[in-house]
Each structure stands twice: as structure tokens, then as C-alpha cells.
């Protein structure tokens, strides 16, 4: 059992110190006195590995046990005293440094040439010597106090505000030296190796691994590029911890057991249960992780944050969907997770310019107080980029006594944190945090890492606030759209009804006109009916009006009938049968409509407007030409059919658009031909309508 437990320690040895030189063979920067540490490491995983095959292949042992040992040794010393050359050199210890190092070689000069001896012996090459084993073990003694007098040297030159590199370090190399010296003496003292002592020897090696690689990442100029996860060192820590818990547990239940009587054993069972069950709820307390995260950043590593993993939690917090909280929340808990603070508020300043409370977050306080845009408190905070910690007040009395803070504030015990959201160097507003899980002050890097993520922050808030104006000025848009079609048509039905009161006079006596003037009236009357309707919705976008089929010829009659009262050059000639398209008869209407109005619109009084109907193959046309100064063919291309562009004095531009977006919701397409000084041709061709074409009439099946 004792060969199998020292077989264990020194294989875990042999493992451990075989991934530390990976590492750190893969970290090196090829200079700087990293590569010594890479061969220790190297030198102590041949000695743990030859250590531990020992027990199966004895040959190992016999012929280069004892090198081994010498090699791992000479290792560490090596590399203590290349980071101390180091300082020896600044202080011009030159001798010192000679001498030294002709006393390290000379020692393991001696022992190598031991070494070599000894494995001949063993091997039964040459005659034992009785000698040879108690130098070598006399010899491994002055290497071992040798390695604690350098460890010491080590720390001690190391200025103070440097120490917290090579402390690990020097626990690490100097727990190996120091328990080297006790195995090394009670073997000298009684005479043999302690079987317990040698068994412990792999394990209490394989526990310094982690000291020594955290001490690698915490030093560039060793040239070692170390990456130390904090997550793998929390819950190494944690393991740790938990497995020196139930030790101690396990103990203290079988002394129960033991005084127990015939109880003995359900205490026992109890305790490990409650203990076993308090352990869970330790781990996975809030509080725990946040004392434990502390701990270790404060303790193991050089800044307290990972900046990368920090960066990544911050946008997966703020891009989570916006089913489960809105971005306000989410902005709150993704600066709050950085100082572990369970809740916080958020202010945002409202259109009146005061700040007022938006949004909370997991806390449970009810203020609502608002803070006035012209504050003082808040100047400090945009001037200054300044963060608030309620508990540190005495150190900036001063300041908060120019910038007092609003009362409501320092009266609510759970506020801990006041942090200032800016955005173009505007605040634009601010959010308070309460009191972190585990007591902590904050310290530079703390603010650094705050003010970065607020301001992100501040940019998502003020993102969307925009998007939510932008919103805002498209539903604005929308109706004024609705709204400037209809006073189109309004323009179109006055410039009716004003002709029909400039002709009054002259043949208010004809019946005829008398009679024509009523059903104009009634036109105009259903023509507003009709407007008021549209005033719900968009024409261009309503597709769900039924549509029929719908004679073209009836409705370009009417059209021009309407437009023809003082327009005798408006003239309508049919070139096919009376085709038919599948429309709503008032969409239709409105498309000819618009483009004869703005024919005519275009001509003087010698001009002339010719209507058109013709076809060809499945494609009905109408053309609109007008005799009037015609558009060039950028505003044809780039301004006709777009919303609010017009040529003219008192127009709304919204004609052409509003036809162009109803012909091409009947599947056609409208086509210009226009030159200045050469007029405008506007053909608009509708699909055929299918279910009412007579196939008899139509020959040309060519389509457009």
C-alpha cells in the first residue's frame, strides 16, 4: 500500500509539472530568464516521473534516480539565480554574484560526479562505497538550505511595491527547499528515509503548480506570456476550500461517532448531512461568489478584472431579448454585475429637462425623486465625469459641499454607487446601484471600468430614444402624407367648382348649364363623402378594396367629360374595343384623373391634351399627351414620381407619386416620354383583365 500511495503522489507530480512546462514552452518569448523556468519545470517532471516508474521498472531508480534529483534541484537554483543576477548586477554585487555561483557549481559539480557513482555502484559496474551516500545526502541538505537562502535574497531585493509578483513564487520554491531540508534531515538524524515523509514528497511538490504559474503570468519581463484564468482559480479556490471544509467535518463526525454511544452513528450521519447541505448553500450563494471573486482578483492577480470577460458579459447582458426586460433593465444590471451589486435605479432626462426615475432593476426601493436639469449635483457629474460612492463621502467634503447631493438621495441606506450616464459629453442621465454583495472600495481600475461601460451604456439609451423619436416622426409622416393627398383632391374639386362659378354668370339662364352645375355639385359632393373615408387610410397601400372589372372607356369618358368644362383642347379618342381591367372603378379614376389635371395644368390656352385609349396583346393603354413645355430627363428619372416634388407654382407634388403607386398595385406601369420644349407623353398600361376579354377582338398576343 505504501509503494502504491507514493507511486500516486509522484505520477500527480509527473502530470502537473508536465502541463506547467506546456505551458509555459508555449508562453515563452524566446528571452529573459524565463526559459530557466521552463527546464525546472521540465527537470522536476523527469525526476517525478522517473520517481514514480521507479516502482515498476527499478532499473530507473538504480541507474538515474539520484541524477534526476540532482538536475531538479539544480534547476531551481538556476533559476533563482538568474532573476537575481538581476538585481546583484544594479548593485553592483559583482563579487558576490561570482562567488556565489562558483559555490552553486562546485556543489553540484560534486554531486553529478556523486550521482554518476553512486548509479555505478548500484548497477554493480564498481565496488560500493559507503561514503558516496551519506555526501550525497549531506550535500542534498546544503542545496536545500542553499535554495531558502536564495529564495530569501530573492524577496528581500525585490522592492516592496513589487513583491506581490514573487510572493507566490517564493512560497512555491521555497515550501519545495524547505521540505527538502526536513526529509533530507530526519534521514541524517535517524539514519533512513521516512516512508510517510516520501509519500507526501509528490503531492506537496504537485500543490506548488499553481503558485508558480500565477507568479509566470504576473511577470512580462520573465518573457513568459501566461494567461491564468480567474474562473479556473475561483473555482479551483473554491474546490479547495470546499475539500478542507469536509475534512474538517468528516473529522469532527467521527469524534461524534466516537463519544456518541449508541447514537453515535445517526449523529454522525446528521452532521455530514446539515454540513454537506450548508456547504450548498454557501456555494451557491450570490454573497459567496462575490466575497470569493474578491478574494481571488485581490490576491492572485495583478487587476481585478478580466477586462475581456467583463466586456463579453457587459453586450451579452444588453443584447438579451427585449421578451424577458426592456434595455433600460438591462442596462442597469450589466454595469451592476461589475461591482457584484445586487439592484440599482436608472434616471433619464424627460422633455421638460428634468430627471426622473425610468427604470429599476431587481431593487426594492420605492424613491421616485427627481432631480432638477440645472442641478448642481449634476454639473459635477457631466463637467467631471464623477462617480458618486455614498460611503466615502468624507474624502471629497469639499466637493460635495459645491455640488451638495440631492437629500433624498443620501437618505436611502441601500444606495451605494451614483454613476453618470454621458453621451456627448452630455448627461444624458445617471444610475444608482446599492451596496455590493461583499464589502469592497473602489480604487481607480473600479472607476476606469465604470465610466467605460457607462458610456456604452449611455449610447444604447440614447439609440434608442432615437429610434423611438424616429418612430414617432414616421407616424407624423404618415398622416401628413394621408393628409397632403387629400388636399390634392380638395385643389382638384375647388378648381371645379371655381370654374363652375366663373361661368355662372354668363349661362346661369341655360337650363343645360343649370343642369350640368347640379351634377357637378352632387360629384363634388360624393367626391368629398370619399375623401373624408380616405382619411383612415393610405390608398397607395390599400389593396383589400374590392376590385371588378371595369370598363377603361366609361371611365376616361367621365374623366375627361369633367375636365373638358373650359378645356376645348382636351380631346379623347378610343383606338381598340372597349377594353376591360380588373380595378377599383374610384382608383382607376384617380390615376386619370391626376395625369389629365396635371395636362393640362402644363398647357396655356393654346395648348392641346390629347386622351388615348388603346391595346396590345394582354396590356390595355392609355397615353396622355400634352403640347406643354415638357421636363428634362434627370427631373423624369430622379423627381416626377416622388412624394411632395412639383413644377409647379401651387402644387403638392403627390399626383404623379399617388398614380404611379396605384398602377403598379394593379400589376401595370406607367412609362414618360418628355423632352423640354417638346411636351409630355404619359402611357399608363393595366393588364387585361382575363375573366371579361373578348378573345375574338384581340389578335396580338405580344405583350410589353
Known amino acids: 500500500m505504501e509503494v502504491e500511495v507514493a507511486f500516486v503522489t509522484h505520477a500527480i507530480a509527473a502530470t502537473a509539472f508536465f502541463l506547467l512546462t506546456i505551458l509555459l514552452a508555449a508562453s515563452w518569448k524566446r528571452s529573459g530568464p524565463g526559459i530557466w523556468l521552463v527546464l525546472a519545470s521540465l527537470a522536476t517532471t523527469v525526476w517525478a516521473a522517473v520517481t514514480a516508474g521507479a516502482f515498476h521498472f527499478g532499473i530507473l531508480s538504480l541507474a538515474v534516480g539520484s541524477l534526476t534529483e540532482t538536475l531538479r534541484s539544480l534547476g531551481w537554483i538556476a533559476f533563482l539565480g538568474a532573476i537575481l543576477g538581476h538585481y546583484w548586477n544594479q548593485a553592483n554585487r559583482t563579487d558576490f554574484a561570482r562567488g556565489t555561483r562558483t559555490l552553486v557549481g562546485g556543489i553540484f559539480g560534486v554531486l553529478v560526479v556523486l550521482d554518476i557513482i553512486l548509479a555505478l555502484q548500484n548497477l554493480g559496474v564498481i565496488a560500493p562505497l559507503a561514503l558516496v551516500p551519506q555526501v550525497i545526502l549531506l550535500s542534498r541538505l546544503a542545496v536545500a538550505v542553499g535554495g531558502i537562502f536564495l529564495v530569501d535574497n530573492l524577496y528581500r531585493n525585490t522592492a516592496a511595491k513589487n513583491r506581490w509578483g ?80 469536509l475534512l474538517v467535518m ?108 425610468t427604470a429599476r432593476w431587481t431593487s426594492k426601493v420605492e424613491t421616485v425623486g427627481t432631480v432638477d436639469g440645472d442641478s448642481p449635483f449634476l454639473r459635477l457629474m457631466e463637467e467631471r465625469n464623477w462617480i458618486v460612492d455614498l460611503t466615502a463621502l468624507a474624502e471629497d467634503q469639499d466637493v460635495y459641499e459645491r455640488y451638495p447631493i440631492p437629500d433624498w438621495i443620501l437618505a436611502e441606506k441601500k444606495f451605494w454607487l451614483v454613476i453618470p450616464l454621458l453621451h456627448h459629453r452630455e448627461l444624458a442621465g445617471f444610475i444608482v446601484l446599492e451596496h455590493s454583495r461583499a464589502p469592497r472600495s473602489l480604487n481607480w481600475e473600479d472607476r476606469d471600468l465604470l465610466k467605460t461601460v457607462s458610456q456604452q451604456a449611455a449610447s444604447y439609451l440614447a439609440e434608442q430614444k432615437a429610434e423611438k423619436a424616429l418612430a414617432e416622426a414616421r407616424q407624423f409622416e404618415e398622416f401628413n402624407k394621408k393628409f397632403a393627398f387629400i388636399m390634392h383632391d380638395i385643389k382638384n374639386l375647388a378648381s371645379q367648382l371655381s370654374l363652375m362659378v366663373k361661368n355662372a354668370d354668363k349661362h346661369v339662364g341655360n337650363p343645360e348649364f343649370q343642369k350640368d352645375m347640379v351634377a357637378t355639385v352632387r360629384n363634388s359632393v360624393d367626391k368629398m363623402h370619399l375623401l373624408l373615408t380616405r382619411l383612415n387610410r393610405l390608398q397607395e397601400a390599400d389593396n383589400s378594396r374590392e376590385r371588378r372589372s371595369v370598363p377603361v372607356k366609361s371611365v376616361l369618358e367621365r374623366v375627361v367629360q369633367e375636365k373638358s368644362g373650359a378645356n376645348a383642347n382636351l380631346t379623347f379618342k378610343c383606338e381598340a374595343d372597349d377594353p376591360v381591367v380588373r380595378a377599383d372603378p374610384e382608383q382607376l379614376e384617380t390615376i386619370f384623373t391626376h395625369i389629365v389635371q396635371n395636362a393640362l395644368d402644363a398647357i396655356d390656352k393654346n395648348g392641346a391634351v390629347d386622351v388615348i385609349l388603346g391595346g396590345r396583346g394582354e396590356w390595355v393603354s392609355v397615353c396622355i399627351a400634352d403640347t406643354g413645355p415638357g421636363m428634362d430627363e434627370t427631373f423624369v428619372r430622379e423627381e416626377l414620381f416622388k412624394p411632395f416634388r412639383t413644377t409647379k407654382a401651387h402644387g403638392y407634388g403627390i399626383g404623379a407619386y399617388e398614380s404611379q403607386q396605384l398602377v403598379r398595385g394593379l400589376g401595370g406601369r406607367i412609362e414618360v416620354d418628355s423632352a423640354l420644349g417638346r411636351g409630355t407623353s404619359i402611357t399608363v398600361w393595366l393588364p387585361r383583365d382575363r375573366e371579361s376579354r373578348d378573345d375574338g377582338v384581340e389578335n396580338d398576343t405580344a405583350t410589353v
Open 250 to 357: 468528516g473529522g469532527v463526525g467521527y469524534y461524534l461517532r466516537d463519544l456518541g454511544g449508541r447514537w453515535g452513528v445517526i449523529l454522525q450521519i446528521t452532521f455530514w448531512f446539515g454540513a454537506l447541505l450548508l456547504l450548498f448553500v454557501i456555494v451557491f450563494s450570490g454573497k459567496f461568489r462575490a466575497r470569493m471573486r474578491v478574494f481571488v482578483n485581490k490576491h492572485f492577480f495583478n487587476y481585478r478584472y478580466d477586462y475581456r470577460e467583463e466586456w463579453l458579459r457587459f453586450l451579452h447582458t444588453i443584447s438579451e431579448s427585449e421578451m424577458a426586460r426592456g434595455l433600460p433593465e438591462r442596462v442597469i444590471q450589466a454595469v451592476a454585475d461589475i461591482v457584484d451589486s445586487p439592484g440599482g435605479l436608472l434616471w433619464q432626462r424627460d422633455d421638460t429637462g428634468q430627471f426622473v426615475r
Open 166 to 245: 514573487i510572493r507566490l513564487l517564493c512560497l512555491g520554491v521555497g515550501g519545495l527547499f524547505a521540505y527538502d531540508f526536513f526529509f533530507y534531515a530526519d534521514a541524517v538524524l535517524s539514519g533512513r528515509f521516512s516512508p510517510t515523509f516520501f509519500e507526501a514528497r509528490g503531492a506537496v511538490n504537485a500543490l506548488v503548480v499553481p503558485l508558480i504559474a500565477i507568479s509566470a503570468a504576473r511577470n512580462p519581463s520573465w518573457k513568459l506570456d501566461v494567461f491564468v484564468s480567474r474562473g479556473v482559480v475561483i473555482h479551483t479556490a473554491s474546490l479547495v476550500g470546499s475539500g478542507i471544509y
